[in-house]
């Protein structure tokens, strides 16, 4: 791969990962609760999963989950299932004005970190897209190394993105952790989580 070509394939991965999805909310949700740290470590989970996947694309394992309609068919349900649960808990939090309802311990420690991963890797259409854009950018004679590196661009890049959203959120978190904004938040990022839990489902 040439220096030109892999500007290429950076531009193309800048428009991904600026793209907003589950990721996204679970990263600006555990931001609100638990401050950059808590927002970092949702990130953490989010990346390890998202470098578990692109793994997979690059050595040939997402081909076989992708062509086998019974898994990849179980693991968008899953996907689906799961994103709905936070959707609709934060949804019910919302309702009853009680305290932010994306997690019990103020958005930090092992929750983040797992609902970083699990809202990532029970995501297979993140698994399809390294699958789609990743053959475009790689030649006949292209080795695993080279796979990988550009299946890592994609996590480094997206979780420098969704760092910088969390330094954001971080910034006005005062205004963000006030009652009413935080229900509005609530229902917001529930709602956003179920229809994207609703999508996977129905794709």
């Not at 897209?129 to 950018?137: D, G, I, M």
């Not at 299946?151 to 420098?160: I, K, P, R």
């Not at 971080?170 to 229900?183: F, G, N």
Request: net charge positive; proline share 3%; with cysteine.
């Amino acid at each position: 791969m040439t220096v030109h070509e892999y500007v290429g394939y950076l531009a193309v991965v800048v428009l991904v990962v600026l793209a907003p999805g589950p990721d996204t909310v679970i990263t600006l949700q555990h931001s609100v609760l638990g401050g950059l740290r808590g927002g970092a470590r949702a990130v953490t989970g989010i990346c390890a999963a998202s470098l578990v996947q692109g793994s997979a694309a690059a050595l040939g394992v997402g081909a076989l989950i992708t062509g086998s309609q019974p898994v990849f068919t179980a693991l968008r349900w899953l996907g689906a299932a799961y994103l709905c649960f936070l959707g609709a808990r934060a949804l019910w939090s919302a309702c009853r004005g009680d305290g932010p309802g994306w997690a019990a311990d103020g958005g930090s420690g092992d929750r983040a970190l797992r609902a970083g991963f699990l809202s990532n890797i029970t995501n297979p259409k993140i698994l399809a897209l390294y699958l789609s854009v990743l053959p475009q950018f790689l030649h006949a004679d292209s080795g695993v190394a080279q796979a990988l590196l550009l299946a890592y661009t994609v996590a480094v890049l997206g979780s420098l993105w969704l760092l910088c959203l969390a330094a954001f959120v971080h910034r006005v978190r005062p205004w963000l952790a006030r009652r009413v904004v935080r229900r509005l938040l609530d229902a917001v990022a529930g709602a956003a989580l179920v229809t994207f839990g609703a999508r996977l489902a129905s794709d």
